[in-house]
């Protein structure tokens, strides 16, 4: 595995570690899909009992990243607030707790809501202290992971080669994949914004042929927990240019499919407002998923203005 970038000390040791051990631990990830291919969807645009974005790319998606937060008493009460609330049932609804309380939210948690888990080891279980395994969450049940995420890249220093092969090593476990990706403030006002979303999108897409289990999550990191908020032209702009990224990469048929969703500070006011945009298929909310009736709201307001968009 190509590791690349500056690193700080501590992170570093940590991934000279992980690169140390390829034929352990990264071997069951290399070569799983060498390179992009167009691959056929079996998510169908015609049907119509599901809400839809815009364009038709697949059904509406809402992620609710709860990061490091909660105790069982507070996950109690947000579950509570959740099954309680009336949310649409022909949507995508994940919900990701901390690892500690992945089940006592499924054993508590009601339809249409499903479980996901907020990362996973790059590959086979094993002698990796403090990680959990794509196969122990496919164990327990837990349909969906978060990989990639800014916090993770940023704190962890996991580049868009570890990311791209964690991806491909947990849709070969049968874990569906929010995959996220995402420019820094410095990035976009340096004008490498593009420059950064190909990277990381070529990082994933060379390790992986099959995308149908795959959800994009563009994720400004600038916008990510600090209250700014892309505009819904923003927003836009850039889901259109990973659309087009897919159409030139890997084929039109992929990226009609393609369900690309936003995340960076989305709230119960502007939702409705981003989901008008044609290539926004949802959202991936972090703080405001720790409120049950906000979160419900997000997912409501956003899957009706799609919905309505689409009329």
Known sequence: MKLSGTMRPMASTYLQTTSAMPSRALSSCR???????????????????????????????????????????????????????????????????????????QGALKKPYQLGAQNCWVGKGGAFTGEISAEQLHDIGVPWVIVGHSERRLFMDETNDFVGHKAAYALSQDLSVIACIGETLHERQAGQLEEVLTKQLTAIGDNIADWDNVVIAYEPVWAIGTGKVATPEQAQDVHKFIRTWFTDKVGSEVAEAMRIIYGGSVNDQNAGELARKEDLDGFLVGGASLKGKTFAKICTSGAKTAAKVLA
């Open 31 to 105: 070569g799983l899909h060498p390179r992009l291919a167009i691959a056929s969807s079996n998510r169908s645009s015609n049907n119509i009992r599901q809400v839809t974005s815009m364009a038709g790319h697949g059904k509406f998606f809402v992620g609710g990243n709860w990061k490091c937060n909660g105790d069982k008493h507070g996950v109690k009460k947000l579950i509570d607030d959740l099954n309680a609330a009336d949310v649409p049932e022909d949507i995508d609804i994940i919900v990701a707790p901390t690892f500690i309380h992945l089940e006592q939210v």
